[in-house]
């Protein structure tokens, strides 16, 4: 199958996605995808051994969009100096989300090599200036920060359908 991820990208999606398209396992459609409200395709379980801090986990259907494609960097990770450096936007494909309102996701990492990507964790949180802070800046009062944050979870795809419970 090797569905093209995105129209701007060469990347190619690894072989147990599409084998996980093939037998009906990841959802093919959007509809299909929508769907996971009702009825989880991965359990809290298993998805929590991978990320305590996660309930529900959507897989999104193809074609994957990188994450400039979907955002702006400067969305997740505010001002150039909170950026991860280095990052390349377009070599993260995204391929999972979490429940409404929950900002983040899980995205293939072909930076360091096309053939074979890890699974990245992103998150944002968000913080309120301190006290002090407050105190001294008025313009601060009542203002929340957005912070990005990413891990890795697996050093490749079938890793990470294993530790959920898809492979």
């Given at each position: 199958?090797?569905?093209?991820?995105?129209?701007?990208?060469?990347?190619?999606?690894?072989?147990?996605?599409?084998?996980?398209?093939?037998?009906?396992?990841?959802?093919?459609?959007?509809?299909?995808?929508?769907?996971?409200?009702?009825?989880?395709?991965?359990?809290?379980?298993?998805?929590?051994?991978?990320?305590?801090?996660?309930?529900?986990?959507?897989?999104?259907?193809?074609?994957?969009?990188?994450?400039?494609?979907?955002?702006?960097?400067?969305?997740?990770?505010?001002?150039?100096?909170?950026?991860?450096?280095?990052?390349?936007?377009?070599?993260?494909?995204?391929?999972?989300?979490?429940?409404?309102?929950?900002?983040?996701?899980?995205?293939?990492?072909?930076?360091?090599?096309?053939?074979r990507p890890s699974v990245l964790y992103f998150h944002n949180s968000?913080?309120?200036?301190?006290?002090?802070?407050?105190?001294?800046v008025p313009a601060l009062r009542g203002r929340r920060f957005r912070?990005?944050?990413?891990?890795?979870?697996?050093?490749?795809?079938?890793?990470?359908?294993?530790?959920?419970?898809?492979?």
């Amino acid at each position: 199958m090797n569905h093209e991820p995105s129209e701007n990208t060469e990347l190619l999606i690894p072989p147990e996605i599409d084998d996980l398209l093939a037998v009906g396992i990841w959802p093919k459609t959007h509809e299909a995808s929508c769907r996971q409200n009702g009825c989880p395709l991965v359990s809290t379980a298993d998805l929590q051994r991978l990320i305590p801090e996660e309930d529900q986990l959507y897989l999104l259907a193809p074609p994957f969009r990188n994450l400039w494609d979907h955002d702006e960097p400067a969305d997740w990770y505010g001002p150039q100096k909170n950026r991860p450096s280095l990052m390349n936007t377009q070599l993260l494909l995204m391929i999972a989300n979490f429940e409404i309102g929950v900002e983040a996701f899980i995205a293939l990492d072909y930076q360091t090599s096309r053939e074979r990507p890890s699974v990245l964790y992103f998150h944002n949180s968000y913080t309120s200036p301190s006290f002090f802070e407050r105190l001294t800046v008025p313009a601060l009062r009542g203002r929340r920060f957005r912070h990005g944050t990413y891990r890795q979870i697996a050093p490749d795809f079938r890793t990470f359908a294993e530790a959920i419970g898809l492979l």
